[in-house]
């Protein structure tokens, strides 16, 4: 059971948009900044979004994220079969002390 | 560039040990600390531990407190998980990964490509 809460999957058809929601609580994604990670089958997973709704350096402007209290969502917009992949959102949990995940959400185009 | 170079998959039998490494470059050491995530089969990713690159304080998921260590090297730049009475569910490709911050944020930058460790019989 993942301290984080994200739907297990969504789909959308090419060039839509498609959202993907993490809820957690007032220790993590309430006081830290949330991440997001791209996974494919066999790869390191990749850095999406970093402090809730930056864009690292190399990942298009069709991908976003925001924040709202206790929950994130991470947006891509403009759909392409190539973002098929299994999307986690991570923070840090003040009360744990630890990292902490969501489960997972595969995207399917 | 960054980059995070992690040794190469283990085999290992129930009961034994494993140590892995993570050799970094590309950027100071020290300013950043380093996580451990591992990914079991059909599993999501799961936090084990980080350490303070710097003064190499460690801290452990509850889960694994008492059978992993976290520790580095300065003068090579490298970070090792060491993980004993490994079980057949520690089976998992682990993760070195580098966090935005000298202290434990939970936002990783930069990842290693993975170490599978398969604990078998």
């Known amino acids: 059971q993942s301290v984080l809460t994200q739907p297990p999957s969504v789909s959308a058809a090419p060039g839509q948009k498609v959202t993907i929601s993490c809820s957690g609580s007032i220790s993590n994604i309430g006081n830290n900044y949330v991440s997001w990670y791209r996974l494919l089958p066999g790869t390191a997973p990749t850095l999406v979004i970093y402090e809730n709704d930056k864009r690292p350096s190399g990942i298009s402007d069709r991908f976003s994220g925001s924040k709202s209290d206790t929950t994130v969502t991470l947006g891509i917009s403009g759909l392409q079969t190539g973002d098929e992949a299994e999307y986690f959102c991570g923070t840090w949990d003040s009360s744990l002390s630890a990292g902490v995940f969501g489960g997972g959400t595969k995207l399917t185009v | 560039q960054v980059q995070l170079i992690q040794s190469g998959a283990e085999v290992k039998k129930p009961g034994s040990s494993v140590k892995v490494s993570c050799k970094s470059s590309?950027?100071?050491?020290?300013?950043?600390?380093l996580h451990w995530v591992r990914r079991a089969p059909g599993q999501g990713l799961e936090w084990v531990a980080w350490?303070?690159?710097?003064?190499?304080?460690?801290n452990y998921a509850q889960k694994f407190q008492g059978r992993v260590t976290l520790t580095r090297d300065t003068s090579v730049t490298t970070a090792y998980m060491e993980l004993s009475r490994l079980r057949s569910d520690d089976t998992a490709i682990y993760y070195c990964?580098?966090?935005?911050?000298?202290?434990?944020?939970?936002?990783?930058?930069?990842w290693g490509q993975g170490t599978l460790v398969n604990v078998s019989s």
């Open positions: 350490i303070n690159s710097k003064n190499g304080r460690a």
């Open positions: 590309g950027y100071t050491f020290t300013d950043f600390s």
């Open positions: 990964a580098r966090d935005r911050r000298y202290y434990a944020s939970g936002n990783y930058e930069y």
